[in-house]
């Protein structure tokens, strides 16, 4: 077993980062109108180049952007999209924890025009994150799929006299994405995450429900998402990698569901064209790890061993005996290692430290230089 010198690493991680007070105070400020738009700018990208430089020093071969300039990792993206606007009502979600229950009421979406891509989404987010990785150190963006678009309100949320017809919903989503990863590839991205909750919500009952209730198909609804994702991801270049993470809901050390991913296992693993799968494993309501039973050859799987809900760190030796388990469903030299979830879906962060954030980092890449080599 060896280092792999291409995404997915052995070391990874998901994507977001806890953001430094300084960030904090100075998108605060310019929400009040103390300070310009460009002043906020030089804020991120200072606090930017600082961890990345922290990313580098724990030993990833990868990099993010922490996603500084974002308030929520799928909202900042999706809202760009032509056709697509915030509404005036709310959504209500219930987010659960250890001490109860959290509320969450972010704005509705609305699909009003046909969908279609303006200028390549974050593009001056990835230039500026490629210039600072430096070499040895593969700069990964991270995007919301293009399932999220249709989860968060079904059919509802989509105008029937711009869309008589769901299937021309799909056919403008997917030309959209497509557009755009082939964009990101011209702009030199190697290593590009499409973000997917809804793949692993579905294993949950009580989210087929909800798909339900919303005009959706609660036995099929995730095959419609692997056959639309895989419409995008036949636009990959050949020079990029692109995986896919699914998680439970991650809001201010919260979930939202629960639930092994039996339900969605044989047509996503088998069926979903995307080079590695990140998989939120950090505790029971993940389940075991017997749905990697329907991983194929040449797909990798990142072990979300570690979470990112808790500071505690966790303990080697427990890690390795993890990766061992899931080395009985899926031969080891396809496995790595990551956090369950990213560190701060959301502008407010996980219930951590800096320190306790760096901790795990450094603790995931030593396990697997002594598991991969």
């Not at 040895?136 to 963006?141: A, E, I, Q, S, Y």
């Not at 799929?145 to 029937?160: K, N």
């Amino acid at each position: 077993m060896t280092r792999r010198n291409e995404p997915p690493f052995r070391a990874d991680h998901v994507g977001s980062l806890l953001r430094p007070a300084r960030l904090l105070e100075a998108r605060a400020q310019r929400a009040a109108g103390a300070i310009s738009d460009d002043a906020l700018r030089q804020v991120e990208d200072d606090c930017i180049r600082d961890v990345v430089a922290m990313q580098r020093d724990v030993g990833l071969q990868s990099a993010t952007d922490g996603e500084f300039r974002r308030t929520a990792w799928h909202m900042d993206f999706i809202y760009q999209l032509g056709g697509i606007s915030q509404a005036d009502e709310k959504i209500h979600v219930q987010f659960f924890n250890e001490q109860g229950t959290l509320d969450f009421a972010p704005a509705a979406l609305r699909i009003s025009d046909r969908v279609k891509l303006g200028e390549t989404i974050f593009a001056d987010h990835f230039e500026f994150l490629q210039q600072q990785v430096g070499d040895g150190v593969t700069p990964k963006l991270t995007i919301p799929s293009p399932s999220m678009v249709h989860y968060r309100g079904g059919r509802a949320a989509i105008d029937e006299q711009v869309y008589p017809d769901i299937d021309m919903f799909w056919e403008d989503l997917t030309a959209a994405y497509a557009d755009e990863v082939r964009r990101l590839g011209d702009l030199g991205c190697r290593y590009l995450q499409l973000d997917d909750t809804s793949l692993a919500y579905l294993n949950d009952p009580r989210q087929r429900e909800l798909i339900a209730s919303l005009g959706g198909d609660r036995e099929h609804q995730h095959e419609v998402y692997i056959r639309n994702l895989n419409r995008v991801l036949a636009a990959k270049p050949a020079t990029m990698r692109i995986t896919t993470h699914m998680c439970r809901g991650n809001f201010q050390s919260s979930w939202a569901a629960e639930g092994g991913y039996d339900f969605v296992a044989e047509a996503l693993f088998g069926g979903l064209d995307v080079d590695g799968f990140f998989l939120e494993y950090d505790d029971a309501r993940s389940g075991d790890f017997s749905p990697l039973r329907f991983v194929p050859e040449g797909k990798y799987v990142v072990l979300g061993l570690v979470t990112t809900k808790r500071g505690a760190l966790e303990n080697k030796d427990d890690l390795k005996r993890r990766i061992d388990e899931a080395a009985k469903f899926v031969p080891l030299d396809q496995l790595c290692l990551s956090p369950q979830c990213g560190f701060s879906s959301t502008v407010e962060g996980n219930s951590l430290s800096y320190d306790e954030e760096v901790a795990k980092l450094r603790l995931i890449v030593e396990t697997a230089a002594e598991v991969w080599g």
